[in-house]
């Protein structure tokens, strides 16, 4: 099966927080017009938010699965250190796959340290899609999420 073409790109911007802790927009759109994405298996529900302290503690071995309320074509995924690799396929409405896995590495993320005691490096990466999609399939060896969200398609 085909599928759709995704592209992987690293982050541009981020903007936090004074505190650091609280992500105010990624790629330079408000979070509030930002959908986050849903995990699927319990291990990763740490992301499901904009906080930047909720991140899965530890790598996760196997899939992820990230659901979106409404179609998107751009998932924006922040990742603790920006240090791991994997596969990634889109998911359509009853998340099933679309297509074949592509690689992502981390050269396809941008890199943010901050000084602030306890807070992780954070890598930042742009997925976009040719076609609406409904999830994002994570496949990685050692993954550790910090948070998942999208542009909703109108």
């Known amino acids: 099966m085909l599928g759709p073409v ?25 979070v509030s017009s930002l959908i986050l994405g849903s995990s699927i298996a319990d291990q990763a529900k740490a992301r499901d938010d904009f906080v930047l302290d909720n991140v899965q503690a530890g790598d ?17 995924v922040l990742e603790k250190d920006g240090t791991d690799s994997g596969m990634l396929r889109p998911l359509d409405a009853q998340g099933l796959p679309l297509g074949g896995l592509i690689d992502f ?42 948070s998942v969200s999208a542009v909703p398609t109108p």
Do not use: N
């Open 6 to 30: 995704l592209a992987v790109e690293p982050s541009v911007d981020l903007t936090v927080t004074g505190d650091r802790r609280m992500i105010l927009s990624i790629q330079g759109i408000d």
């Open 60 to 76: 996760i071995d196997g899939v992820i699965l990230t659901a979106f309320a409404q179609p998107v074509t751009t998932i924006l």
């Open 105 to 146: 590495a981390t050269s396809d993320q941008s890199q943010w340290t901050f000084p602030v005691p306890g807070l992780w490096p954070i890598g930042g990466m742009v997925i976009t899609s040719e076609v609406r999609v409904y999830g994002l399939e994570v496949s990685s060896s050692r993954v550790d999420p910090m």
